[in-house]
Nanobody, 124 residues
Framework: QVQLVESGGGSVQTGGSLRLSCVASEYTYRRYCMGWFRQAPGKEREGVAS???????SFADSVKGRFGFATDNAKKTLYLQMNSLKPEDTAMYYCAAERGPCIVSMNVSAYDYWGQGTQVTVSS
């Protein structure tokens, strides 16, 4: 059972930046696909970004050019760097892991393990 813990959410103004962290209970992102998802009130959960064990990444069109990945192997941590934030980025953000073999995917149902979420609020 993989455990994922997100942190780093907060409140920022439009144009600001945040870095979300996902700490895994084991060295996941070399054996799993990892994803970041978000869910705004009244909306379905949607994929934001995904990365596979070969460090191939995919981003939703809405965040391309603004969001990026980083990893810290020693800390078993996956980061989502979010720049140029917009009010429409406001949501609860979740980290997820999919058992391998897998490919990058924004499909919620493909993922096996989920964190508890961290709230991101962007004000105009």
């Amino acid at each position: 059972q993989v455990q994922l813990v997100e942190s780093g959410g907060g409140s920022v103004q439009t144009g600001g930046s945040l870095r979300l962290s996902c700490v895994a209970s084991e060295y996941t992102y070399r054996r799993y696909c990892m994803g970041w998802f978000r869910q705004a009130p009244g909306k379905e959960r949607e994929g934001v970004a995904s990365i596979d064990s070969d460090i191939r990444a995919s981003f939703a069109d809405s965040v391309k050019g603004r969001f990026g990945f980083a990893t810290d192997n020693a800390k078993k941590t996956l980061y989502l760097q979010m720049n140029s934030l917009k009010p429409e980025d406001t949501a609860m953000y979740y980290c997820a892991a999919e058992r391998g073999p897998c490919i990058v995917s924004m499909n919620v149902s493909a993922y096996d393990y989920w964190g508890q979420g961290t709230q991101v609020t962007v004000s105009s």
